[in-house]
């Protein structure tokens, strides 16, 4: 992706500016892709509305409860979050890479956008260059 050569330059303009950056380290596996799908991650914003996302604070609408409603008043949108399974993504399922991202960024698949993450297109890369790096030091 067009995205992912792009970051794999910033990372190494980091690196050689002595910043370390994800080009540093290698990949790891995941249990889940970011707080909005971890079962115990909540957002509350300043009037007590209760959100899984970042992206959804300041949506009334997209709000799962409220801190004075003890409870999840929206289950199916909390639901949506945190019960997708990328193993019966077809495209997540066939993916290499797929335990490094986990299906990708929950709210963008809720709306319907492309959830691949960059690794997917750089990971050789990334690989190569934490190998080069460790080599060199040997």
Not at 17 to 41: E, K, Q, T, V
Not at 60 to 69: A, C, M, P, Q
Not at 126 to 133: A, D, I, M
């Amino acid at each position: 992706s067009e995205f992912a050569a792009m970051e794999l330059k910033i990372w190494r303009y980091l690196h050689e500016l002595g910043i370390r950056s994800n080009f540093d380290y290698l990949p790891f596996r995941r249990a889940n892709h970011c707080a909005a799908d971890n079962i115990n991650s909540f957002i509350i914003d300043e009037n007590g509305s209760i959100y899984k996302c970042w992206a959804d604070v300041g949506r009334k609408e997209l709000s799962i409860g409220t801190i004075n409603d003890k409870q999840i008043n929206n289950m199916t949108r909390y639901l949506n979050y945190i019960s997708f399974d990328p193993t019966t993504n077809e495209i997540c399922a066939k993916c290499p890479v797929m335990p490094l991202c986990m299906g990708g960024c929950p709210n963008k698949r809720q709306n319907g956008l492309e959830t691949c993450q960059s690794i997917k297109f750089n990971v050789e890369q990334v690989l190569l260059n934490y190998y080069e790096k460790y080599e060199r030091k040997a």
